[in-house]
């Protein structure tokens, strides 16, 4: 075969390649075209903690400011400056019952509007604050510090040797000293010169606030003159559990045995069993049987 045919057959099958190639592409559909649109989410702004609140720190206007927040993610229960625009004065002076960190939203559920001691505050409806002197021997270590809850030991000497016993369970410390949270200046302390509280510990004797119902309240003032009190620290997965121990039965009773009237907590083995060192027992072959029963009556 001539060289000048055999490239005419190239050039034709070349040819014939292109026009398929250009053929089959023109009968594809064209390739569609996606476009991204950015639609900024719509925003409000609500009121935020700009600097540690602590529990019982009175609100200022310069530790709280205006943070942008998307709407969707709104609750209720956020100051917004649509419903409060001058919220930052109007909560001047509220105390914080619960501790804020920075950038969190202020709740007025987490605040108590109150002109009087920041104590009574943060008391829980129908507690008591009740106050005992404690060492960092005898409460924990001094590791013990606010919103912390405690077991309450009542140790006594008698002729039989020293016993402790539980008076008290799972009951929550609302201060330590002047201390009542971890976070900002202790509430009262309108001019922001007192130190923040921190949790450190403490070595010497110091005053420990729990808080109690009065029933509690009743049980730990009699308990305080009988013998040396103690706190024993709880693990913080017990804070919401309701113990059924100890606690739920003692009682200040009257006890009269053998012609003497002593004061003792229903519940505990005193009550039972007298091992006091003034306690003189009769003679068994002396009395009837009957005199040696003791008798409890009610407070």
Do not use: C
Not at 181 to 202: A, K, N, R
């Amino acid at each position: 075969m001539r060289p000048a045919r055999i490239i005419l057959l190239l050039v034709a099958l070349v040819a014939g390649t292109l026009a398929a190639f250009l053929v089959t592409r023109g009968g594809r559909a064209p390739a569609p075209t996606v476009v991204t649109q950015v639609v900024e989410e719509a925003k409000t702004q609500i009121l935020v903690a700009k600097a540690p609140i602590g529990v019982g720190e009175r609100l200022s206007a310069e530790r709280v400011e205006w943070q942008d927040w998307p709407e969707g993610a709104l609750r209720a229960e956020y100051v917004t400056v649509a419903a409060m625009p001058d919220a930052p004065e109007q909560l001047t002076g509220a105390v914080a019952r619960f501790e804020f960190f920075p950038g969190e939203p202020i709740r007025e559920a987490k605040l108590v509007r109150a002109d009087q001691g920041y104590l009574s505050a943060v008391l829980s409806s129908g507690k008591r604050g009740v106050s005992v002197t404690v060492t960092a021997a005898s409460s924990a270590g001094g590791f013990v510090v606010p919103n912390d809850h405690v077991d309450v030991l009542l140790t006594t000497s008698s002729a039989m040797g020293q016993r402790s016993e539980v008076i008290l369970s799972n009951v929550r410390v609302l201060a330590i000293g002047k201390r009542l949270g971890e976070l900002g200046v202790t509430g009262g302390d309108e001019t922001g010169t007192q130190p923040s509280p921190t949790p450190t510990t403490f070595d010497n004797a110091t005053i420990a606030t729990l808080e109690l119902d009065p029933a509690q309240a009743e049980t730990l003032v009699n308990a305080s003159t009988r013998g040396q009190l103690s706190l024993t620290l709880r693990s913080v997965a017990d804070f919401n559990r309701a113990d059924s121990g100890p606690a739920a039965t003692n009682q200040a009773v009257r006890l009269i045995r053998y012609g003497k009237e002593q004061s003792v907590l229903a519940g505990s083995s005193a009550a039972g069993t007298d091992y006091s060192a003034d306690a003189t027992m009769p003679d068994t072959n002396s009395y009837p049987v009957a005199t040696e029963m003791p008798q409890v009556l009610p407070q």
